[in-house]
Nanobody
């Protein structure tokens, strides 16, 4: 069964950090660029970050630049999103996805999606 499973979400105070993981099964994550998206209640889904298949190109939404870091460990078939200095507006369900492209495209089309993990930033 082909699937992506996110983990690492939770409740954190403003200024705190979380690291999200995206584990693939049934296929090799190393064959794909990886994207992270988020969707807040009542808002459209937005691209947060991406990393190319080779891992040498990354990109970030302006709202998270300098605070979020995307990475991948193909040996573990897992990708990560390190989120630092979190703000309340980061509250959303975060999804990872395997891209149809090998390049890093923030809003590109995706082949596989995870089920999402909730991140809540609040006092």
């Amino acid at each position: 069964q082909l699937q992506l499973v996110e983990s690492g979400g939770g409740l954190v105070q403003p200024g705190g950090s979380l690291r999200l993981s995206c584990a693939a099964s049934g296929f090799s994550l190393g064959d794909y660029a990886i994207n992270w998206f988020r969707q807040a209640p009542g808002k459209e889904r937005e691209g947060v970050s991406c990393i190319s298949r080779s891992g040498d190109t990354t990109n970030y939404a302006d709202s998270v630049k300098g605070r979020f870091t995307v990475s991948r460990d193909d040996a573990k078939n897992t990708a990560y999103l390190q989120m630092n200095n979190l703000k309340p507006e980061a509250t959303a369900v975060y999804y990872c996805a395997a891209s149809l492209s090998i390049w890093c495209e923030l809003e590109g089309r995706q082949a596989y999606w995870g089920q999402g993990t909730q991140v809540t930033v609040s006092k």
